[in-house]
């Protein structure tokens, strides 16, 4: 067997035999796109292995409803994403709005965590899905000067379905894990 070594007859993977038109270059540098496919094969399943690790922390809550209602708190678990800005469901982070948790019964401006603003603690409304559903329908209308920046949720179904979803995630130790 001959190898030859002519100008522009290498390929990048080394010098290439002539009579077999073949690189001699040891396997695993023959070929990377093998190797490159082998290592994205095993990174898709720790991936999916590490997916099926990571668990819900709605599981036990979504355990307990029918169909209708667990499709129901998904939709209101998509219209509450952009409270997770500047609330949360632990009350262990420090975010520009109060902790979630036990906001049910509760009243306005008088969060565990943090005071609210002169406005809502004016306001001293006892929150309940009601009183809720009409703030987060208009902050700034049902509460003038409230420092929550919220357009409010306009559309009653979507307003629904985030009072159902809270209604569900606030009560204290209702999540597996309640950072959020």
């Known amino acids: 067997m001959r190898m030859t070594r002519e100008r522009g007859s290498d390929d990048a993977r080394g010098p290439v035999d002539r009579s077999t038109n073949r ?20 990174l898709l399943v720790l991936l999916v292995c590490g997916a099926a690790a990571c668990r819900d922390p709605d599981r036990a809550i979504l355990a307990g409803l ?19 800005t500047c609330h949360d469901l632990a009350g262990s982070v420090d975010k520009v709005g109060p902790s979630l948790v036990g906001v049910f019964g509760r009243r306005s401006g008088r969060a565990p965590d943090q005071q609210g603003s002169d406005a809502l603690l004016a306001a001293s409304i006892v929150w309940d899905e009601r009183s809720l559903a009409a703030f987060l329908s208009d902050p700034s209308g049902f509460v003038p000067g409230t420092t929550m920046v919220s357009p409010g949720v306009r559309s009653p179904d979507a307003l629904s379905d985030l009072i159902f979803y809270l209604h569900h995630v606030t009560r204290p130790g209702a999540r597996a894990d309640t950072g959020r």
């Not at 040891?26 to 490159?36: D, G, K, V």
């Not at 209708?68 to 994403?81: T, Y």
């Open 66 to 84: 029918s169909a209708p209602e667990r499709a129901r708190f998904e939709r209101g678990r998509s219209a509450a994403v952009p409270c997770w």
């Open 23 to 42: 690189s001699s270059a040891p396997t695993c540098i023959r070929r990377p796109a093998r190797a490159t496919r082998l290592a994205a094969r095993l």
